[in-house]
Protein backbone atom coordinates (compact mmCIF):
# COMPACT_ATOMS: atom_id res chain seq x y z
CA UNK A 1 0.00 0.00 0.00
CA UNK A 2 0.95 3.77 -0.58
CA UNK A 3 0.78 6.16 1.83
CA UNK A 4 -2.30 7.90 0.62
CA UNK A 5 -4.19 4.27 0.50
CA UNK A 6 -3.07 3.56 4.19
CA UNK A 7 -4.43 7.41 4.77
CA UNK A 8 -8.09 6.52 3.58
CA UNK A 9 -7.69 2.99 4.86
CA UNK A 10 -6.48 4.90 8.68
CA UNK A 11 -9.68 7.28 7.83
CA UNK A 12 -12.04 4.66 7.01
CA UNK A 13 -11.59 2.54 10.23
CA UNK A 14 -11.38 5.34 12.47
CA UNK A 15 -14.64 6.31 11.24
CA UNK A 16 -15.68 2.77 11.35
CA UNK A 17 -14.83 2.54 15.18
CA UNK A 18 -16.55 5.61 15.45
CA UNK A 19 -19.90 4.29 13.56
CA UNK A 20 -19.70 1.23 15.91
CA UNK A 21 -19.62 3.03 19.17
CA UNK A 22 -22.82 4.98 17.99
CA UNK A 23 -24.36 1.09 17.31
CA UNK A 24 -23.53 0.01 20.24
CA UNK A 25 -25.38 3.07 22.20
CA UNK A 26 -28.07 2.88 19.98
CA UNK A 27 -28.57 -1.32 20.57
CA UNK A 28 -28.41 -0.13 24.16
CA UNK A 29 -31.03 2.63 24.28
CA UNK A 30 -33.32 0.23 21.63
CA UNK A 31 -32.91 -2.67 24.50
CA UNK A 32 -33.41 -0.44 27.47
CA UNK A 33 -36.30 1.80 26.31
CA UNK A 34 -38.30 -1.35 24.35
CA UNK A 35 -41.21 -1.15 26.66
CA UNK A 36 -41.74 2.27 26.41
CA UNK A 37 -45.04 3.53 25.54
CA UNK A 38 -43.67 6.68 23.36
CA UNK A 39 -41.41 5.49 20.48
CA UNK A 40 -38.02 6.94 20.91
CA UNK A 41 -36.48 6.04 17.92
CA UNK A 42 -34.06 3.79 18.91
CA UNK A 43 -34.75 0.76 17.32
CA UNK A 44 -34.49 3.16 13.78
CA UNK A 45 -31.92 4.87 14.90
CA UNK A 46 -29.93 1.37 14.90
CA UNK A 47 -30.99 0.34 11.42
CA UNK A 48 -30.03 3.30 10.15
CA UNK A 49 -26.80 3.22 11.46
CA UNK A 50 -26.36 -0.40 10.40
CA UNK A 51 -27.36 0.07 6.87
CA UNK A 52 -24.22 2.86 7.03
CA UNK A 53 -22.09 0.12 8.47
CA UNK A 54 -22.87 -2.14 5.93
CA UNK A 55 -21.20 0.42 3.39
CA UNK A 56 -18.24 0.54 5.23
CA UNK A 57 -17.81 -3.43 5.92
CA UNK A 58 -18.21 -3.49 1.71
CA UNK A 59 -15.44 -1.53 1.18
CA UNK A 60 -13.31 -3.37 3.65
CA UNK A 61 -14.17 -6.12 1.83
CA UNK A 62 -13.50 -4.56 -1.67
CA UNK A 63 -10.43 -3.29 -0.56
CA UNK A 64 -8.94 -7.31 1.32
CA UNK A 65 -9.18 -5.84 4.77
CA UNK A 66 -12.28 -7.46 6.15
CA UNK A 67 -10.60 -10.17 7.98
CA UNK A 68 -8.83 -7.71 9.68
CA UNK A 69 -11.78 -5.32 11.00
CA UNK A 70 -13.72 -8.87 11.57
CA UNK A 71 -10.52 -9.60 14.05
CA UNK A 72 -10.71 -6.47 15.79
CA UNK A 73 -14.32 -6.32 16.10
CA UNK A 74 -14.80 -10.46 17.10
CA UNK A 75 -18.94 -9.13 18.38
CA UNK A 76 -19.63 -7.22 15.16
CA UNK A 77 -22.32 -9.32 14.09
CA UNK A 78 -23.78 -9.07 17.81
CA UNK A 79 -23.60 -4.93 17.33
CA UNK A 80 -25.19 -5.27 13.74
CA UNK A 81 -28.21 -6.97 15.17
CA UNK A 82 -31.31 -5.68 17.52
CA UNK A 83 -32.19 -9.56 17.69
CA UNK A 84 -35.89 -9.97 18.74
CA UNK A 85 -36.28 -7.17 20.82
CA UNK A 86 -40.15 -6.69 20.13
CA UNK A 87 -42.36 -7.90 18.48
CA UNK A 88 -43.56 -5.65 15.50
CA UNK A 89 -45.90 -6.01 12.85
CA UNK A 90 -45.43 -5.81 9.29
CA UNK A 91 -46.97 -2.39 9.59
CA UNK A 92 -45.24 -0.95 12.74
CA UNK A 93 -41.73 -1.65 11.43
CA UNK A 94 -42.97 0.36 7.68
CA UNK A 95 -44.11 3.16 10.37
CA UNK A 96 -41.02 3.01 12.39
CA UNK A 97 -38.89 3.60 9.57
CA UNK A 98 -41.02 6.34 7.71
CA UNK A 99 -41.47 8.15 11.15
CA UNK A 100 -37.26 7.72 11.55
CA UNK A 101 -37.10 9.51 7.91
CA UNK A 102 -39.77 11.91 8.26
CA UNK A 103 -38.34 13.30 11.27
CA UNK A 104 -34.64 13.61 9.90
CA UNK A 105 -34.00 16.92 7.61
CA UNK A 106 -30.62 14.99 6.68
CA UNK A 107 -32.67 12.12 5.52
CA UNK A 108 -30.92 10.79 2.28
CA UNK A 109 -33.80 10.76 -0.62
CA UNK A 110 -31.68 7.57 -1.89
CA UNK A 111 -32.13 5.87 1.38
CA UNK A 112 -35.41 6.37 1.85
CA UNK A 113 -36.37 5.26 -1.24
CA UNK A 114 -34.05 2.23 -0.90
CA UNK A 115 -35.60 1.32 2.57
CA UNK A 116 -39.83 2.26 2.34
CA UNK A 117 -39.99 1.07 -1.37
CA UNK A 118 -38.68 -2.31 -0.84
CA UNK A 119 -40.99 -4.34 -2.65
CA UNK A 120 -39.04 -8.01 -1.72
CA UNK A 121 -39.47 -6.35 2.47
CA UNK A 122 -43.05 -4.97 1.81
CA UNK A 123 -45.36 -6.18 0.19
CA UNK A 124 -47.83 -3.56 -0.56
CA UNK A 125 -45.39 -0.11 0.01
CA UNK A 126 -48.38 2.21 -1.27
CA UNK A 127 -50.97 0.51 1.35
CA UNK A 128 -48.57 1.04 3.97
CA UNK A 129 -47.36 4.67 3.22
CA UNK A 130 -51.18 5.47 2.87
CA UNK A 131 -51.62 3.83 6.23
CA UNK A 132 -48.56 5.50 7.78
CA UNK A 133 -50.00 9.47 6.73
CA UNK A 134 -53.34 8.78 7.32
CA UNK A 135 -52.33 7.68 10.59
CA UNK A 136 -50.34 10.18 11.52
CA UNK A 137 -52.38 13.67 9.08
CA UNK A 138 -49.63 14.02 6.57
CA UNK A 139 -51.01 15.01 3.24
CA UNK A 140 -49.36 11.97 0.89
CA UNK A 141 -49.05 14.37 -2.19
CA UNK A 142 -47.54 16.97 -0.63
CA UNK A 143 -44.98 14.69 0.89
CA UNK A 144 -42.48 15.05 -1.89
CA UNK A 145 -42.89 18.68 -1.70
CA UNK A 146 -42.50 19.31 1.88
CA UNK A 147 -39.92 16.55 2.45
CA UNK A 148 -37.45 16.39 -0.24
CA UNK A 149 -36.09 12.88 0.86
CA UNK A 150 -39.43 11.55 0.07
CA UNK A 151 -39.10 13.09 -3.83
CA UNK A 152 -37.93 9.37 -5.45
CA UNK A 153 -41.03 7.70 -3.79
CA UNK A 154 -43.50 6.94 -6.66
CA UNK A 155 -46.65 8.53 -4.78
CA UNK A 156 -49.63 8.63 -6.62
Known sequence: MNSESDFIHESKEEEFAKLIEKIN???????????????????????????????YIHWFEENGTLENIETKYPDLQTALTLGDISKKTIKEEFE??????????????????????????????SKLLLDVCEKHGINKSELKINKPAFKLIPIQ
Open 25 to 55: RAKRNAIKYKDSEADLGFENLHYKLVCEAGD
Open 96 to 125: AIFLGFYNDENADSEMVKRELWDKKRWTNC
